[in-house]
């Protein structure tokens, strides 16, 4: 849930109908493949484009921890080799201007916080250079590598009180879980070989929300003031009216609008020019995807009009004269060559999927995170973006030879005439002529898309002999606004019945044994679980993880809030909201559920909060219906630890292998 920018089956059907996938010898991916995979992150060029720092992390199973560290990717052979040794929670590696240091930040022993790192490349220890009390998420260098603009959150509102032991507080925006008034996020710099620490902004305004970081921090190029995304408050709430904002570098002067479009954020420069540009949902229309804007000529205009989709990130190629934009299309992952002005077109990616934000080069080359459907995420380089990329890395190369589930994409129709797709996993081994239990995966958000890139509980289930389903229902990203728009005022039914479109479609494919059909999802995923089972009695089994069963309970109590309130055009507590918001909350429709159901979640998720899931259980555990509940003690969404992941995925498989076997 919440607005997540978070898997091409064009199965032309006769002839996916006809594939056959021989079994071999090799081993399927299992649980333990898990502990090994390796996670990169954040690819960073250095200035002259030869070497690229990533961020690698890795999962510790006997301490249930995760390994980060800063490793440089030569670009001409591929040569890794670690940066950092023995600190935790690595991230964020950014080059100084002239590539002779590595700022990063690291979480410092003492104070437990994030804190900003510097390395000198020549040689010698990494200095801290910061002691921000309640830590540090986002920071950049200035031009000239002199200084260090950062942002850092403010000491609790009512500081002296709480020591007081008078620790009431007001409630605004916030979830049901927190504890005091959420202090903001400012803006500060900081000479880059330490010293004093300068504040440039203060108010009621914060550079960052409570569940989503900072946005980038831009420097002007002559080192006079830094562009920020500056939102209403602290909350995420409210984030959404967020504008562009710039202050004076030293401290003097209170920070000016620059861009006052609501909903503005992740602002960047042109490499050379005036120009600039910046994420907004395309019109302001919060049901609409994130739009990339242009300015810097006194107006601004979408230069991604013609696309109307919706972009996750994007960055400035090095002539300036074009966007490079990442985003679903489809059941693919890609990259756009988007000009200024022109016909945007898809870069030739050869079948990997491009994964997060791609980095660019002064030479034009690119570097981003990419995935295949048989390999999980690794670092690609394109020399130029009419190229094809280029592997350097092998992190996850086990993976290759593992027997894997071949996926391919499947499109259909919606009943009322939308053009709808999915990703469909073949069991490992499959044989034509045999028909295969199926399990529907349904991805979270709702604004995420299943794509054909590895993805570990599919081959999980595929392992098992599993069919594994992933449709893309009204909501998702991958087909255009107009697909994703079409959730406005019908969260549940018409997502419901694409869905059940796309089953449709899979059936006639001939290889689903249709008395063994489970349904299962996370997040959005699992309110579209919850819906289904008690709307369509097909189903044999089902897993609900995270999911929002109530909507009217979930927009009073969970973080967002007024997330939930675009989907409706309206509170629940309105004469206009009051109906629809109880129509659509699978909670109303408990007493038609007969699937066996599998609930799972997180005791502190103020995203989609476990009383959810509370009244899921005891409204299919008093009907009579097959039920178990395991909540994990962790404050977030999903679990983020490898050894709860693990489990999480273990009783997911168990519970469709005793239901569907």
């Not at 756009?336 to 999927?353: C, I, M, N, T």
């Not at 020399?383 to 499947?410: H, I, M, W, Y």
């Not at 129509?583 to 799972?600: E, G």
Request: proline share 6%; net charge negative; aromatic share 12%.
């Amino acid at each position: 849930m919440g607005r997540w920018r978070t898997w091409w089956l064009v199965a032309w059907v006769a002839l996916v109908a006809g594939v056959s996938l021989a079994a071999s010898a090799a081993t399927p991916f299992q649980l333990d493949d898990l502990q090994k995979l390796v996670k990169l992150s954040d690819p960073q060029f250095s200035p002259d484009g030869r070497v690229i720092a990533v961020v690698a992390t890795t999962p510790v199973w006997k301490t249930d921890k995760k390994d980060t560290e800063i490793d440089l990717v030569d670009v001409a052979s591929g040569a890794k080799r670690p940066l950092t040794h023995d600190r935790e929670d690595v991230s964020s590696p950014r080059w100084s201007p002239d590539g002779t240091r590595l700022a990063f930040l690291a979480r410092d022993a003492a104070s437990k916080q994030l804190q900003i790192y510097v390395l000198p490349l020549a040689g010698g220890d990494a200095q801290r250079i910061t002691d921000a009390k309640q830590g540090i998420d986002e920071f950049t260098w200035s031009p000239d590598g002199s200084r260090i603009a950062y942002v850092a959150q403010d000491p609790p509102i009512n500081e002296k009180a709480i020591k007081a032991h008078d620790k009431v507080f007001q409630v605004t925006d916030g979830n049901f879980l927190l504890r005091e008034a959420l202090a903001p996020w400012h803006l500060w710099v900081v000479p880059a070989a330490g010293g004093t620490q300068t504040r440039l902004t203060e108010g009621d305004f914060s550079l960052q929300t409570d569940q989503e970081g900072a946005t980038p921090l831009v420097w002007s190029r002559d080192g006079k003031s830094i562009v920020f995304t500056q939102f209403p408050s602290p909350y995420w709430g409210p984030s959404y009216r967020s504008v562009i904002a710039e202050v004076a570098a030293d401290g003097k002067g209170k920070p000016v609008t620059l861009v006052a479009d609501e909903g503005a954020n992740d602002f960047a420069y042109a490499p050379d020019g005036k120009a600039f540009a910046f994420l907004r949902v395309r019109n302001g229309d919060q049901n609409n995807g994130n739009a990339v804007y242009v300015g810097g000529d006194g107006a601004t205009r979408d230069a991604t009009a013609a696309l109307a989709r919706n972009f996750n990130a994007y960055a400035w190629m090095a002539d300036g004269k074009a966007l490079l934009l990442q985003g679903e299309l489809g059941t693919r992952s890609v990259l756009w060559e988007q000009p200024v002005s022109g016909k945007a077109r898809v870069l030739d990616l050869g079948g990997v999927e491009a994964i997060g934000v791609p980095d660019v080069a002064k030479s034009g080359a690119v570097a981003f995170i990419g995935s295949t459907a048989t390999s999980p995420g690794e670092l690609y380089v394109l020399a130029s973006a009419q190229v094809k990329p280029r592997r350097l890395t092998d992190v996850n190369a086990f993976v290759d030879k593992l027997d894997l589930g071949k996926a391919v994409a499947v499109e259909w129709k919606s009943e009322d005439g939308l053009d709808a797709d999915g990703a469909l996993t073949y069991p490992v081994g499959y044989q034509r002529g045999t028909k295969y239990p199926l399990v529907l995966v349904i991805h979270g958000g709702p604004e995420g898309a299943s794509t054909l890139r590895f993805s570990p509980l599919p081959q999980l289930l595929a392992a098992q002999g599993f069919l594994v389903f992933q449709p893309n229902y009204r909501g998702s990203t991958n087909l255009g606004d107009a697909y994703q728009h079409a959730i406005y005022r019908d969260t549940g039914e018409g997502p419901g019945k694409d869905v059940m479109a796309g089953l449709a479609a899979v059936e006639k494919l001939g290889i689903v044994d249709t008395g063994r059909i489970g349904v299962s999802g996370w997040s959005y995923g699992g309110y579209m679980t919850t819906w289904l089972t008690g709307h369509y009695d097909v189903w044999k089994a089902a897993v609900s993880g995270a999911a929002l069963t109530d909507w009217v309970m979930d927009y009073t109590i969970s973080y967002y809030q007024m997330g939930d309130v675009y989907f409706f055009g309206s509170t629940p507590w309105t004469t206009q909201g009051w109906d629809i918001w109880r129509q659509q909350s699978p909670i109303t429709y408990v007493r038609n559920v007969k699937a066996p159901t599998l609930i799972m979640g997180d005791v502190g998720d103020s995203n989609v909060p476990l009383v959810n899931s509370y009244e899921w259980y005891h409204g299919l555990r008093d009907n009579g219906v097959p039920v178990e509940f395991w909540a994990y003690p962790a404050d977030t969404h999903f679990p983020a630890d490898i050894v709860q992941q693990t489990d999480v995925y273990r009783r997911w498989v168990d519970w469709m292998t005793k239901h569907l076997k």
